[in-house]
């Protein structure tokens, strides 16, 4: 599809601050349509915090929020334990597809599991009763866990073929409109209806302005 972006990342290797980021500046540079895609899979190794500052934990956690706002559809495709790197990933795409067999898992560290931004995004996105064992005690969630605590989208035996079909059905988004709805649900958590009522009519008057246009 004109436009796809793809990556390979390996929650193994040490936080590829450098590699995220140039995704996310080829995303940014090319003004096509067409997702973003990271195929996530892997665990970090023994003792992989050892060189870790919390200088290099910060810029890992500015390019995943970085990912997490593009102005283009965002997909994670996830295969056997993700942990570390990959984890955090998966869970700032905006769609998230993981293969049968596939574990989300908190990476080790210090004598309990590590405490990034990880756990803000799953207590976020499954309410802490959902996550309280994987975040307190390191235990897995397992790929059917995973998709009833909508920490993704879809469980498939032929993530290609769900790939492709996204591929075509985000060629006909447009990047900004996307980021504008996608900041929108960011919002509402802890915004009050009267507060996020002039951003939704800002952005219903962009939408009818285009749509008068078209």
């Known amino acids: 599809m004109n436009g796809e972006l793809t990556m390979r990342l390996e929650g193994i290797r040490p936080l590829p601050v450098e590699e995220l980021n140039d995704l996310c500046d080829r995303a940014e540079d ?3 349509s067409g997702p973003v895609t990271v195929r996530v899979t892997g665990v970090p190794a023994d003792g992989w915090s050892k060189d870790l500052t ?3 934990v910060s810029k890992w956690e500015r390019a995943v929020r970085r990912f997490e706002r593009l102005g283009r559809l965002t ?3 996830g295969s056997g334990d993700c942990a570390g790197p990959a984890l955090d990933v998966l869970l700032a795409a905006d769609v998230r597809i993981v293969a049968p067999g596939t574990r989300l898992l908190l990476s080790l560290v210090g004598g309990g599991t590590w405490p990034g931004m990880t756990v803000y995004r799953l207590t976020r996105q499954a309410g802490t009763a959902g996550i309280r064992r994987a975040v307190l005690l390191g235990a897995p969630i ?5 998709l009833a605590l909508n920490l993704v989208d879809e469980v498939s035996e032929d993530p290609a073929a769900t790939l492709a079909g996204l591929a075509e059905a985000a060629g006909a988004l447009d990047g900004t409109e996307m980021a504008i709805r996608r900041q929108l649900m960011f919002e509402a958590g802890s915004t009050t209806f009267e507060d996020a009522l002039g951003a939704h009519l800002a952005a219903a008057d962009r939408a009818l302005r285009w749509e008068a246009v078209s």
């Open 30 to 32: 090319r003004r096509e």
């Open 54 to 56: 919390v200088g290099l």
């Open 75 to 77: 997909v994670a495709a």
């Open 142 to 146: 397992e790929a059917d866990r995973a």
